[in-house]
């Protein structure tokens, strides 16, 4: 990754050049402008030509250096898109930020094969496609690399109505758990955030809708009961992580998710065994036997499902 780091007190990507899927505006388009202002190039992507465009035009205006490549994520001829851009415009790739994601919500038994299809195509398997494309780049070019995967609060405790978002979230901070072990040895950290902040996303959530809204079309700031208790705030509020990931100060950063939100910064526990009972006399369990035991021992205190309700 070069000798980059933080010098006068900021840190400095100048002579790295990263990518960022679905950058054309909400998380990814913040992830983009604060890439760029801290010295990298930046590869804007998103499906929509006109935001991709748009977004590159804007960081270049501001004195950064950015390209938009115009496609949807998830097809394997788009990462090599990608990371063709970076490696043509500006000859190397040294981040991969995979953000895009879109939403089809609905409760179980009305979602459809398309949606499900859809969802998880772009989420889980355009990460997949997106970090195999990277990974390949940074291990060919040397000098070690940075993998950023977007995770979410869904992925990580399930949401009503969201049984594709859940089960693709998930699956990408797997994902992430493996890649953080298989390029360890190249120098190349992978590692999740879980990003809470006021998006198209969240404005579809009753709660939070109203807040984003007053957010967004009056200026009116999130109030501290929601960016300190529930860990949702700005965009702005999030790209801090991602260029400190990106960063040569958390290289000894990896394999982990990390969680970011208005005040909030946490880091998420890997799923490990809670409770352990052994079978008498070594003959395994038996149905009647975890029934008798099940009240007393792991039914006392079952592990909790969903995003907690927001408390203000």
């Avoid at 394997?76 to 190397?92: I, K």
Wanted: charged fraction near 20%; charge should be negative; aromatic fraction near 6%.
């Amino acid at each position: 990754m070069g000798t980059a780091g933080a010098t006068g007190g900021g840190v400095d990507l100048s002579g790295r050049t990263a990518v960022v899927t679905g950058s054309g505006r909400g998380l990814g388009l913040g992830y983009a402008r604060a890439l760029s202002a801290a010295g990298a190039a930046v590869v804007v992507n998103d499906v929509d030509a006109e935001a991709a465009e748009s977004a590159a035009k804007a960081i270049v205006e501001a004195g950064g250096r950015a390209v938009a490549v115009a496609a949807a994520v998830g097809s394997a001829e788009t990462a090599d898109a990608l990371v063709s851009a970076a490696v043509d415009n500006f000859g190397r790739l040294d981040v991969m930020v995979t953000n895009a994601g879109v939403l089809r919500d609905k409760v179980l038994w009305k979602m459809t094969d398309e949606d499900f299809d859809t969802v998880v195509d772009v989420h889980l398997r355009g990460t997949f496609t997106c970090v195999r494309a990277a990974a390949i780049r940074m291990r060919e070019q040397g000098g070690g690399g940075r993998i950023i995967v977007a995770g979410s609060p869904t992925g990580q405790r399930g949401t009503f109505g969201q049984t594709n978002y859940a089960a693709a979230k998930a699956g990408i901070v797997g994902m992430m758990r493996t890649w953080a072990m298989e390029l360890a040895r190249d120098e190349i950290t992978v590692n999740a955030l879980i990003p809470v902040a006021a998006t198209a996303m969240t404005r579809t959530i009753p709660f939070f809708a109203p807040h984003v809204e007053a957010l967004t079309r009056d200026g009116i700031p999130l109030p501290d009961a929601l960016r300190k208790g529930e860990g949702f705030g700005t965009v702005e509020d999030v790209a801090g992580l991602v260029v400190f990931l990106a960063s040569d100060a958390a290289a000894q950063v990896n394999g982990q998710a990390i969680g970011i939100g208005g005040d909030r910064l946490a880091l998420w526990s890997h799923p490990s065994e809670r409770a352990v009972s052994f079978a008498a006399g070594g003959g395994g369990w038996s149905a009647e036997q975890i029934a008798a035991v099940w009240p007393s021992t792991f039914g006392r205190s079952p592990e909790t499902v969903g995003v907690p309700a927001p408390q203000l």
